[in-house]
């Protein structure tokens, strides 16, 4: 039992057995960054987790929720957490009358119960929420966003192999 083992890491009160907390960094194009579709638009940023923050990615979607030239959020959620960030841009999108579209996957081992509690979460605030496809088990992180940029729209596109939940990603 994996848990009960990293359990011992807390257990023990000695600093000079344990590492130095890891920091991940900001790379440099997004320090700055007010907006960040206009740091995307200048070009692709690519972000290797864990080395690099996943602040970015949770400021993407937030920043999506709460822009009013954003039209639409899609994505596919197969472990997200139970007070995730990602989940709560996603229902304030909805309820700011955005087209929400979420892909969640039932079957993301041990997070189950906590999916089908997000999903009704979502499905309450106006988002459209798809369970998956039959037969197969959804495991990709995409997320698609729709925004009207001088009078044409642009879609912005975030691709992971990491979970969209801050603690695992």
């Known amino acids: 039992n994996l ?21 991940p960094n900001l790379p440099t194009r997004l320090d700055n960054a007010e907006l960040i579709f206009d740091t995307i638009a ?17 400021e993407f979607i937030h920043q999506a929720a709460i822009d009013p030239e954003v039209l639409a959020i899609k994505m596919t959620l197969y472990r997200a957490g139970a007070n995730s960030p ?3 841009s996603l229902v304030a999108a909805a309820e700011a009358g955005k087209e929400v579209t979420v892909s969640i996957e039932l079957r993301a081992r041990f997070d189950e ?39 044409h729209l642009r879609r912005y596109v975030h691709l992971g192999t990491g979970n969209y939940h801050p603690g695992t990603a």
């Open 3 to 23: 848990n009960r083992l990293l359990a011992v890491y807390d257990l023990i009160q000695r600093e000079d057995l344990k590492d130095i907390p890891f920091t």
């Open 42 to 58: 200048d070009g692709e940023v690519l972000l290797h987790h864990p080395y690099e923050s996943f602040t970015p990615v949770l």
């Open 86 to 88: 990602i989940i709560n």
């Open 113 to 151: 119960a906590a999916n089908i509690k997000l999903a009704n979460r979502l499905q309450k605030a106006g988002a459209h929420v798809v369970y998956g496809v039959v037969g197969f088990k959804t495991h990709c992180k995409m997320a698609l966003i729709v925004r009207r940029e001088k009078g």
